[in-house]
């Protein structure tokens, strides 16, 4: 009796299953890691955008104007602090860097409620920035 044909055919299933085993398992591996990346960008995007809005209000005589930004859901809120070192900041369960936002009156802004936190809102976060005539700087607003 031959029975090394039967063995061969079993390993050679076996080895078939554990290829498709790693192929599933490495795919899975990447998109969990490009969408680490999409929320990376998109927190990114956030500061850019909210940067160049304080900018051009900053640059404005004055104005009132309401914006909406897109963030990760996985963000709870955005704060802005009364702190020397970043007035940005991300209320979220893993460890994400603020940042310190150029031409913000934070004490302005904060003197209500410090740290003004914004919720977000499935996946939006919406305040206004405002400038009033004769100020230097612009205060961020619910």
Sequence with gaps: MN????????FGMIFSIILIIIF???????IMKFLEFQ???????FMRDL?????????SNQGS???SYTLPTNINAV????DEFQNLEFESK???PGKMMEHIDI????????????????GKVSFTIAKDYGEALVTVER
């Design 3 to 10: 029975k090394k044909g039967q063995l061969d055919i079993s």
């Design 24 to 30: 599933i398992a490495a795919g899975f591996y990447a």
């Design 39 to 45: 929320k990376s960008i998109q927190i990114q995007n």
């Design 51 to 59: 940067q160049d809005d304080i900018d051009r209000m900053w640059g």
């Design 65 to 67: 104007t309401p914006h």
């Design 79 to 82: 704060c802005f602090k009364n």
């Design 94 to 96: 893993g460890i994400i």
């Design 107 to 122: 004490a302005k802004t904060t003197k209500d409620e410090s740290p003004l936190c914004i919720q977000n809102v499935k």
